[in-house]
Structures are given as structure tokens and as C-alpha cells.
């Protein structure tokens, strides 16, 4: 594929957050970009106000007439998309040249120096935290992110001198296997898409295979303890990490008045005094990680520590709403049982003696069969726990496969409750509420503004 030579590129699946990074960069590379989305959302509507032409019905004869050149059109599709797609078969039959949005990235990888971040969970605050202090460094750097930034407002930064370029690495369908990654990032090997693996031995061969395709020059710098056979290439220098221990690792953290400080130690050099600008203890683990790659790529100790105290966060990833002394109102994408372990366990920190409340939406009725006596335990370390059904966003429901099966297994003393999404409203102006936490990767998020209201009027 010659970017040069393409003049249209059309997305199936095209408000997909991955899929929005590049749509917008072959836009910003002057190309006609279009698309096809199942349902419409402020993420679509934002990318047809930058230029982007989409719809929603699954219709060939939709395809604008620019992108229907076999020679002068890229596709490209999500893993999510069903092989049924009307507009996928077309494309296809009439031998349109057709990649996964991993492709694309993984050619990107190789036209430039990879600095990618895998695992089951921590990927897009990593990712997002280490293009954030290349970007306010001289390094700068080139990212395709999995989450809005809110420091930027996007999930696509651009730099025409860095040759680094900043990429979530999703295990989801093996996608991370078109990577060359120069450095990466490996947070965690927690099962998940089991749907896809089948077996824990196949998610964690997946990563091993992963780590073989990091260049011969580059780097792996893995969260220590984590199960993983690496399987690098001669030349390969590895580190690990963690909050406590390993080669880049935190020492002497303070939190005072709901800040977070400590001191960053590193092979490349330690930098005193680190104040995380998203006071979350998580943040300290996914900081260590995204310093280790910002020193690896040349930035400075100084614009690091700047860095990181001006890092604003992303959107639904541990999203403050409200913040005061009556409440507390966060929004977080957390959807595997070891991501919400830690968000609980952070907030818990944060807000010791409060009654802590969580919504949440399950995703997937594979993972909730997968794991729903796992997503109990975690939601179990809560005072209350209100479940929503199931979101089941690209499968068709599993018979015997509901919220119940968490509500069965949540702590039997604890305040528990099932409801359905249009009554959540409603449930939450009777639950009295210190601190509240809405979790899960589906359209939970549309609640969120109304729920900011609720407890803003409260």
C-alpha cells in the first residue's frame, strides 16, 4: 500500500474508537475519507463536522462514488464487524485492497520507531501518558490512541520530525501480531477474549508470540511477576516494572490533601519528586511505564517530571465529574475483573472512610460467563453494587448468561441490586451516595450526564 498514491480511504466501523485515529490521520493527510457506523454517536458526529462522510445503514449503495475505484481506494475494517457486512462482502468480491486496522498501524510501526503498550488492561492510560510527555517534550511523537485525551481533546497526535509513534497494542483477534514494535510496554497477562483464545494457554502463547516481533534494537519492559514467556529477538534489552519494585520502579510515595507524589527510580536515571496530575494509585504503576518509554525515546527528566504533573487524563478513564466535599461522581471504562480490582482498590485510597457505590453495565455475555464469579469478588470489595443487564455489543445473548449470574456471587451482606437501564435514574435518586463509580465499556457513558445532574441538583 503507497499512501502517496491513495486519494480515498472507507472505514467500516468507522466511530470505533481505534478506528477514529486513523480516519482522522488519512484526512489530515488530505485524503477523502468515508464510512459506515452501526449507530450514530458524539465521536461520529465529531468526525462528520471535521470532514468525514459516514452513515448507518449497512447499504452499498451508500459508498460515496469517490471511494468505489478499486485502484485509488483503501478499506478498512474492525475485527468487530460481522463477516454478514453487505459493504464488507462488496469490497471484497470486487478485490478491493482490504486491511484490519492492525495492518495499518503495523505499517506505520515499520515506517517509523514503535513505541507500543499491550496487556489485558492499563493500555490506553499508558499509551495516552506516554504520548502526552513526548509531546510536551522536544522529542514529540506521532499516537493512535484508544481514548479521547483531554489534553488534546483527540486520540491523534501528529509530528512531522519525530519518527516515534505512540500505538495502543489490542490483543483482541491477535491485531498486536501486525506490530514491529521498537519499544513496548507489557502491563498484564489477565485472561480475557476467551471467546477468541479459547484457553488461557492461547492468550498467553498470543503474547509470547508478541514479544518476538519487537525489533532486534528495541526494548521490552514488562510489569514484573506478570506470567509471560518472552520469546525476543538477540539484541532485545528487557526491563520490568511494577509500583514497588523492579528496574523502573516508585520509591517514597506521599499522598497529601488527595494528591500523589514520589520518587521515579530508573536505570536511565531517577527523577525526584513526581506529582501525578490523575492523583489515582493506579496512576503510579501506569506512570512508571509510560516514563520508562519517554526516557527510552530521549525526553528529558525535567520535561518528564512537567509531564507528568500536567497529564489531565482521558475521557472515561477514571473520569472525575464531581469532585467536592458532598460527593464524588466518576466515570470509568473498567471491564475486566482486574481492571475494576484496581479501580477499586484506588478509589478505596483515595476515599478510606466514604461509602463507595458502583454502577455497572457487564460487557459481552462471553466475558460475563468467562468471569462472573471473578467480577463478584472484585465488586464485592464495594458498600453497594448496582448491576445494569448486559451490554452485548457484537454477540447475540448466551442462554442462562445474565447480570444475575454476578449477583449471585456479590458478598452476601452487601447492598446489592438489579436494574434495568432505563429505571437507573430513578435508583439513584433513592441510594444515598458519598462516592459514586459508573463501570463498563458499554453505552453506560450515556448516562453519565444525566447522572452529573442528578447529583449536581442534589
Given amino acids: 500500500m503507497n499512501v ?6 472507507y472505514f467500516i466501523g468507522a466511530g470505533g474508537i481505534g478506528m477514529s485515529a486513523l480516519v482522522r490521520y488519512f484526512l489530515s493527510k488530505g485524503k477523502l475519507v468515508a464510512g459506515y457506523d452501526r449507530t450514530p454517536s458524539e465521536l461520529t458526529h465529531k468526525l462528520m463536522e471535521e470532514g468525514v462522510q459516514i452513515h448507518y445503514e449497512d447499504n452499498v449503495s451508500l459508498i460515496p462514488e469517490e471511494c468505489l475505484n478499486s485502484e485509488t481506494t483503501l ?3 474492525t475485527p468487530a464487524i460481522p463477516t454478514s457486512n453487505t459493504e464488507l462482502s462488496f469490497f471484497k468480491e470486487k478485490k478491493f485492497e482490504i486491511h484490519k486496522r492492525a495492518q495499518v498501524l503495523g505499517m506505520l510501526t515499520r515506517n517509523g520507531k514503535g513505541l507500543c503498550v499491550a496487556g489485558t488492561h492499563g493500555k490506553t492510560t499508558t499509551s495516552t501518558l506516554t504520548a502526552h510527555l513526548l509531546h510536551q517534550s522536544h522529542v514529540k511523537c506521532n499516537a493512535f490512541l484508544g481514548g479521547i485525551s483531554k489534553n488534546y481533546k483527540t486520540n491523534l497526535l501528529l509530528s512531522e520530525d519525530s519518527e516515534y509513534i505512540v500505538i495502543e497494542a489490542d490483543e483482541f483477534d491477535r491485531s498486536f501480531h501486525w506490530l514491529t514494535p521498537f519499544a513496548t510496554v507489557i502491563t498484564a497477562t489477565d485472561s480475557d477474549h476467551l471467546d477468541i483464545y479459547g484457553t488461557r494457554e492461547a492468550y498467553l502463547e498470543s503474547f509470547q508470540k508478541y514479544t518476538s516481533l519487537i525489533r532486534p534494537d528495541g526494548f521490552l519492559i514488562m510489569k514484573k511477576g506478570i506470567e509471560l514467556k518472552v520469546d525476543t529477538a ?10 514497588d519494585e523492579g528496574d523502573f520502579h516508585a520509591e517514597n510515595i506521599r499522598i ?3 494528591e ?5 527510580i530508573s536505570p536511565f536515571g531517577n527523577i525526584d519528586n513526581i506529582k501525578l496530575g490523575v492523583p489515582v494509585y493506579v496512576n503510579i504503576e501506569n506512570g512508571i511505564a509510560a516514563m520508562a518509554l519517554a526516557q527510552i525515546s530521549g525526553a528529558h527528566a525535567d520535561e518528564i517530571r512537567e509531564g507528568m504533573a500536567s497529564f489531565q487524563g482521558i475521557d472515561r478513564r477514571f ?3 464531581i469532585k467536592n466535599e458532598h460527593c464524588v461522581f466518576l466515570s470509568d471504562y473498567a471491564h475486566h475483573p482486574a481492571e475494576i480490582k484496581q479501580s477499586v482498590n484506588s478509589i478505596r485510597k483515595l476515599y478510606p472512610h466514604k461509602k463507595i457505590t458502583a454502577v455497572f453495565q457487564p460487557h459481552l455475555y462471553t466475558r460475563t460467563r468467562d468471569f462472573y ?3 463478584a469478588d472484585s465488586l464485592s470489595q464495594l458498600d453497594e453494587v448496582i448491576l445494569l443487564d ?3 455489543a457484537r454477540e447475540l445473548p448466551i442462554e442462562n448468561v445474565s447480570s444475575k449470574l454476578i449477583y449471585d456471587c456479590l458478598r452476601p451482606d452487601m447492598v446489592k441490586s438489579l436494574c434495568k437501564k432505563e429505571d437507573l435514574i430513578e435508583k439513584l435518586k433513592e441510594t444515598q451516595i458519598e462516592v459514586l463509580i459508573t463501570l463498563g465499556a458499554g453505552d453506560i457513558e450515556n448516562f453519565v450526564p444525566q447522572i452529573t445532574e442528578l447529583l449536581t441538583n442534589r
Avoid at 4 to 9: I, R
Avoid at 260 to 264: A, K, N, R, S
Fill in 4 to 9: 502517496n498514491t491513495l486519494k480515498a480511504v
Fill in 75 to 77: 478499506v478498512v475494517y
Fill in 234 to 243: 538477540e539484541g532485545v534489552t528487557v526491563y520490568t516494572y511494577s509500583t
Fill in 256 to 258: 497529601e490533601n488527595g
Fill in 260 to 264: 500523589i507524589y514520589f520518587d521515579y
Fill in 319 to 321: 473520569d472525575f465529574k
Fill in 373 to 375: 464469579k471473578e467480577f
Fill in 390 to 392: 448486559i451490554y452485548p
